[in-house]
């Protein structure tokens, strides 16, 4: 994959800019319903999550093209110059059919034949390759990537994670309030949560931990005092 930062799009203040658009149902969601995340690990399922609560209110987070090159910025994706209104369009045919098959992954069904068709039809366009600048550190600015070899990139990985030593560890996060799929690389495999809530797990289990141990300090100490 192409990949390199673009310091224009790793902005973050888009993150938590409220656009207060009205949803279908008449609720507004909050600067919390659209914040750019990136959870999973793996490229194309952080793309599918760019849309919030697929069988719910179906919450926008990319809401205009500054939002979509912002979220390749922050997936290391190397951006377009621009994006206009028909690429957007791209970008949510393709994310909608990669939900629909990723769904069916993870609830052990066929996938929709259409929707790996048309995951297919943009995995076609090949990227440009990686060229190293004079530093020999950095990707040459010129090649900033076309949209459509941006959702190329895109498709080719999740095509890649489909078909891959992964296909069987794609799952969904466990933590009732979050909707990240992720795959599991670890390798015992028993991963249950998405790299965020997996952390959370960890320092509650940890707080848990010394809270008892403190616990116990204190009950020793007031029984050795007494
Ligand atoms: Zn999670």
Request: glycine share 4%; net charge positive; aromatic share 4%.
């Amino acid at each position: 994959m192409t990949t390199a930062a673009n310091p224009q799009a790793l902005d973050d203040t888009a993150d938590t800019n409220a656009r207060g658009l009205p949803e279908p149902n008449g609720a507004v969601p909050t600067a919390k319903d659209l914040k750019l995340q990136l959870r999973s690990g793996r490229l194309s399922l952080d793309f599918i999550a760019t849309l919030g609560e697929w069988e719910g209110r179906r919450i926008e987070r990319i809401v205009d093209s500054a939002q979509w090159l912002c979220w390749l910025g922050k997936a290391r994706v190397v951006c377009p110059p621009a994006a206009t209104e028909g690429d957007l369009r791209e970008m949510q045919e393709l994310r909608e059919h990669a939900y629909r098959v990723i769904r069916a992954k993870v609830e052990e069904t066929t996938p929709p034949l259409d929707s790996l068709a048309v995951i297919n039809r943009f995995a076609l366009t090949p990227p440009p390759p990686p060229q190293i600048d004079d530093d020999g550190r950095t990707l040459k600015r010129a090649l900033m990537q076309r949209p459509d070899e941006v959702l190329s990139v895109i498709a080719r990985d999740l095509i890649d994670l489909l078909s891959g030593p992964l296909q069987n560890r794609i799952r969904k996060c466990e933590e009732e309030s979050c909707e990240f799929y992720f795959a599991d690389n670890s390798r015992p495999g028993r991963r249950r949560w998405c790299t965020s809530c997996g952390a959370a797990a960890a320092s509650a289990r940890y707080r848990n931990r010394r809270n008892r141990e403190l616990a116990k300090q204190q009950r020793d100490a007031a029984r050795a005092s007494s």
